[in-house]
């Protein structure tokens, strides 16, 4: 019963998200190319084609490398414009850690920020864990909700290995050395790990980290979904014609789409009854942590 109410209502706020807010902005950063550049990779190809297909308006000048650190976005006023102006920023899996590793700038923008790689949420990158990250095991039964068991995030079963992830979905290690604030609301876990979190706008985690003006406080609210690390090759052996470069599309579900949708539903500030739906989405399927 409990898996029957978490997937009908996930559809629900998804479609009335994607009629409500046509237009609405979201920038996605990531290193890998936009749709329209030729050259390069595009495994975020088809994040923006889906993210497109809810109605959202997706600003991909976040693509293709730009915000690294290297480049001093937050120096460049036509960049900080565009993060400022963005409905939501969301930012790729397919990000290397290191070259995003301006904690404080991206803690406090005043922007509501999802996050999709469990590299940047360690106490050595932005500070939303107390510690490290590792890899989860690929089981997909590790998937629960409430404790309840799931089985539509993932689906391993046209992998080159079937039935077991060419990569690893990356997240907090859950040996209790790295914890999200009190605060968050952890919505699903995957091998015991939080996978799928809403951290509250003022959160400080400088506090959570015992740090003093590393991490900042949040300046809006912000999300966790973190995906597989797609930033790798398929191969299915010599001359195979399903050999390619991996994608944002490959081996997630229905399931971790509705998911995504619903969090971003749930983030987008306007107009707040489409806001509170999400929210209510998220609630049916999530329990405030407790320790």
Do not use: Q
């Amino acid at each position: 019963m409990m898996k029957r109410l978490i997937f009908l209502i996930l559809p629900v706020v998804v479609c009335l998200t994607s009629v409500v807010n046509a237009g609405y902005d979201i920038i996605l950063i990531s290193d890998a190319n936009p749709p329209d550049v030729a050259d390069g990779n595009h495994e975020d190809d088809a994040l923006v084609a889906w993210l497109e297909g809810l109605g959202y308006t997706v600003d991909t000048s976040g693509m293709g490398k730009a915000y690294r650190k290297g480049n001093n976005p937050f120096d460049d006023p036509a960049k900080v414009a565009a993060l400022n102006s963005a409905g939501i920023v969301l930012v790729s899996r397919r990000t290397s850690s290191g070259d995003y590793n301006k904690p404080k700038d991206w803690n406090e923008l005043g922007n509501p920020l999802i996050l999709m790689s469990g590299y940047l949420t360690r106490s050595s990158r932005w500070g939303w864990t107390t510690g490290g990250s590792g890899n989860a095991s690929k089981t997909e039964t590790d998937v629960s909700v409430m404790g309840v068991p799931i089985d539509t995030f993932f689906d391993w079963s046209d992998a080159p290995t079937p039935g077991e992830g060419p990569k690893a979905v990356y997240l907090p290690n859950n040996d209790g050395s790295s914890e999200f604030d009190t605060s968050a609301l952890v919505i699903a876990t995957f091998d015991g790990r939080d996978m799928m979190v809403l951290i509250d706008e003022g959160t400080d985690l400088d506090a959570l980290n015992g740090t003093t003006d590393k991490f900042g406080i949040l300046g809006a609210d912000r999300g966790f979904l973190p995906n597989w690390s797609y930033d790798t090759d398929l191969n299915y052996g010599d001359d195979d014609p399903r050999n390619r470069r991996a994608s944002w599309g490959d081996f997630i579900t229905d399931g971790y789409k509705d998911a995504l949708g619903a969090m971003i539903t749930t983030l987008i500030p306007e107009p707040a009854t489409i806001a509170l739906l999400g929210l209510g989405g998220l609630a049916l399927i999530g329990t405030r942590k407790r320790r």
